[in-house]
């Protein structure tokens, strides 16, 4: 058991080293994820300009709503999707097949990776994002920031689990590009990263209530923001927990069926 978290832990701390050799890609990437959430933002602001209520929502709720949505469709970046598809791509998948390693395991081992060393450049970023626009709203007890912590890494199984079948889809085409820029669109709209899933029609909001998406942004900015607790709390881990489920069993059903047809380009 030691020996296997070991071999793990390896692809985690060498995912970290390629971040930080790779600092300026990854800093870009950082900036225009940062430079996308501005642009929300100062849409939002103009929302809120004649309104300074909505549906509940006061503007310094939703500042702060924002930055944690930044930081949390920051965690897990498209860089763990495309590597997946590049290494298909090239044929270097081939390499990944004999090391005696779960490649599934593997994939989340290196995104967590990613996600430690991004993380630490993106939580800078949204602090200085909070210092500028002013966001008030925080966590006022110990409780709230462990649900906080624990929704957090809810968020980044399911999104990496997302990416992770998203990408094995490159078995079967020859670019993952507008694949990639679909599952975005989705986990963007359905996660309320762009807009509080409070604020759908309550038919759409009944809806996500069921999907995955929901726990990569709205069940940690909610709980975050003190919107989200007691029994709506545990019902939404308990439902985010059982996605997790299915889509881990979901990408060993793909890989499976990737290993029986391979169609590698270029390799």
């Not at 990408?167 to 507008?178: E, N, R």
Request: glycine content about 6%; proline content about 3%; charged content about 15%.
């Amino acid at each position: 058991m030691r020996a296997a978290l070991k071999k793990y832990w390896r692809h985690t701390a060498l995912a970290m080293q390629e971040t930080l050799a790779y600092r300026v890609t990854y800093i870009v990437n950082m900036f225009s994820m940062v430079v996308t959430y501005t642009v929300i933002f100062f849409v939002w602001s103009a929302v809120y300009a004649g309104n300074p209520d909505l549906d509940g929502y006061q503007w310094q709720e939703m500042k702060s709503y924002l930055i944690v949505s930044l930081f949390l469709s920051s965690l897990v970046s498209m860089s763990s999707e495309f590597r997946i598809s590049r290494q298909i791509r090239t044929g270097n998948i081939a390499i990944e097949l004999l090391r005696p390693a779960d490649y599934q395991k593997a994939s989340l081992s290196i995104t967590l990776g990613y996600s430690i060393s991004e993380g630490v450049l993106i939580a800078i970023a949204c602090l200085g994002f909070a210092f500028v626009t002013g966001a008030t709203v925080i966590p006022q007890n110990a409780l709230t920031w462990l649900l906080f912590i624990v929704s957090v890494l809810f968020s980044m199984a399911t999104k990496f689990l997302m990416v992770y079948v998203f990408g094995l889809v490159s078995f079967w085409t020859t670019s993952l590009m507008g694949i990639s820029w679909l599952r975005r669109g989705l986990t963007d709209f359905f996660s309320g990263a762009l807009i509080p899933l409070a604020l759908f029609p309550s038919t759409l909001r009944t809806i996500t209530d069921w999907l995955p998406f929901k726990a990569i942004v709205w069940i940690p900015a909610s709980v975050f923001t003190g919107r989200l607790y007691g029994r709506a709390l545990t019902r939404d881990f308990a439902v985010a927990f059982i996605w997790i489920v299915v889509l881990w069993f979901l990408g060993r059903l793909v890989w499976k069926a990737a290993m029986r047809k391979v169609t590698i380009q270029g390799g």
